[in-house]
């Protein structure tokens, strides 16, 4: 059974920086896309980044964040910088994303907070 790991997210002041990682076993990574998605309380999940099989960058939300693989490794990566308060949020990685929208594997989430 495959299952997504992520890891990284803390408490983080303004202004500053985290590296989100997202492992994944089995063997579906190679051979999708992936994306990292965030859900703020009493928000819905949005779509932060994604990343096709091959490299190439799918979608990008903000010039401060940025998305990143390594498929040896079956590890995506999320490079956050400049955090606002408004970055806080349960952020999560999804295997299988699609244009028109996330696949069905989800990893448990990882918590940013980011403090004024």
């Known amino acids: 059974q495959d299952q997504l790991v992520e890891s990284g997210g803390g408490l983080v002041q303004a202004g500053g920086s985290l590296r989100l990682s997202c492992v994944v076993s089995?063997?579906?990574?190679?051979?999708?896309?992936v994306a990292w998605y965030r859900q703020a309380p009493g928000k819905q999940r949005e779509l932060v980044a994604a990343?096709?099989?091959?490299?190439n960058i799918e979608y990008v939300d903000s010039g401060r964040f940025t998305i990143s693989r390594d498929n040896a490794k079956n590890t995506v990566y999320l490079q956050m910088s400049s955090l606002k308060p408004e970055d806080t949020a349960v952020y999560y990685c999804?295997?299988?994303?699609?244009?028109w929208g996330p696949g069905s594997a989800w990893g448990q989430g990882t918590q940013v907070t980011v403090s004024s």
């Open positions: 999804n295997v299988g994303w699609r244009r």
């Open positions: 089995g063997s579906i990574f190679s051979f999708n896309s």
């Open positions: 990343i096709s099989s091959g490299g």
